[in-house]
């Protein structure tokens, strides 16, 4: 029986409620409703005091969770929308990143941000906040590009005594399938080699892992070999990992989904440049989604973001060096 990205985030969230009584659910409509995307659906059934609705304020769900996690609960709170969660900002950055360090108590609460676009969301419900959340120090930003990680990562996230942020792909939800769950995932911190190559080196997450893969099978029939990095996890970023690649590829690419200025992208190209420049056999490159607002229509969408077509010229390109 096969199990889809959005299938395993729920069943990883009915195993946390069963596996520890300190686990709740906290979100807007996720209740009797099941969630926005259906992610809680019927969880309320067989866990009626621990799936909870919240009030329709980011601010409050977020305030509500760190409170309950700082008197030993382990909430899981679902943001309709990745963007919604601007308005739960200060609590993140400033309450949940910070406490322990202000008071040594642990504030163990996990933050689901259902990310990136879709054809036709448009500006407000598209965008993909792991490159802001990762700029402050406390937080765990999670990007999960499997049904696997999905389900595991999302465990680990809920095991840990760190506020995470997890960032769930809205695309990936029904277009993911895998047959079975493996019993173990690689642990928080790991990236994974998703194609092996000796020609260049792609790092990127979340979707755009799909992406990138498309388009290093289409080079393949030129006779190029790319190896695909996903970071699984923005922060902490596992460099070894990265550093190890360019080592056997000598050119590196980056490919995010995010808005271009900062980000995710640019942390990995500054981290490369400063402790492998001597791998670099060719200047590094990055691919971002436009700088602009994020289109409604979607073939605007689609030409707004990285797609296998433009990653595969920008490899082309990179290989001409």
């Known amino acids: ?23 709740f659910l906290y979100g807007q409509d996720i209740g009797q409703f099941g969630g926005a995307f259906k992610a809680t659906k019927n969880l309320q059934r067989e866990f009626p005091d621990r799936v909870l609705d919240s009030p329709i304020s980011e601010d409050a769900m977020i305030g509500v969770a760190i409170g309950a996690a700082l008197e030993g609960a382990r909430p899981i709170v679902e943001m309709q929308f990745a963007d919604f969660s601007a308005c739960g900002f200060n609590q993140i950055i400033n309450q949940a990143a910070t406490h322990y360090w202000r008071t ?23 965008q993909s906040m792991e490159g802001i959340y990762a700029h402050y120090p406390g937080l765990v ?24 942020i997890f960032c769930e792909h809205k695309f990936l939800y029904y277009h993911l399938k895998a047959d079975s ?8 911190g ?14 990127t997450y979340s979707a755009m892992v799909h992406e990138c893969v498309r388009a290093a ?6 006779g190029w070999q790319i190896e695909v990095v996903d970071l699984r ?20 690419l980056c490919v995010g989904e995010a808005f271009p200025w900062g980000g995710v992208t640019a942390e990995v190209i500054s981290k490369v440049v400063e402790d492998g420049f001597h791998l670099l056999d060719a200047p590094p490159q990055r691919l971002n989604s436009k700088d602009t607002p994020i289109p409604y229509h979607p073939n605007l969408w689609r030409a707004h973001r990285p797609t296998a077509a433009n990653i595969g010229a920008a490899l082309r390109g990179l290989l001409k060096f």
């Open 181 to 188: 769950l493996p019993e173990t995932g690689l642990p928080i």
């Open 141 to 164: 930003i999670l990007t999960p590009a499997t049904v696997e990680d999905a389900y595991h990562m999302l465990l680990d996230a809920v095991s840990l005594d760190d506020p995470v």
């Open 1 to 23: 029986m096969s199990l889809t990205y959005l299938e395993a985030i729920r069943e990883a969230q009915y195993e946390a409620l069963r596996r520890d009584p300190k686990v």
């Open 233 to 252: 996890s923005v922060k902490p970023i596992d460099t070894d990992t990265i550093l190890a690649s360019v080592a056997r590829t000598g050119r590196l």
């Open 190 to 203: 790991k990236a994974r080699i998703a194609r092996p190559g000796r020609h260049a080196t792609v790092v």
């Open 104 to 126: 040594n108590v642990p504030c163990p609460i996990t933050i689901r941000l259902p990310s990136g676009g879709t054809p036709g969301s448009g500006p407000f419900h598209s």
């Open 217 to 222: 099978d289409e080079l393949q029939r030129d």
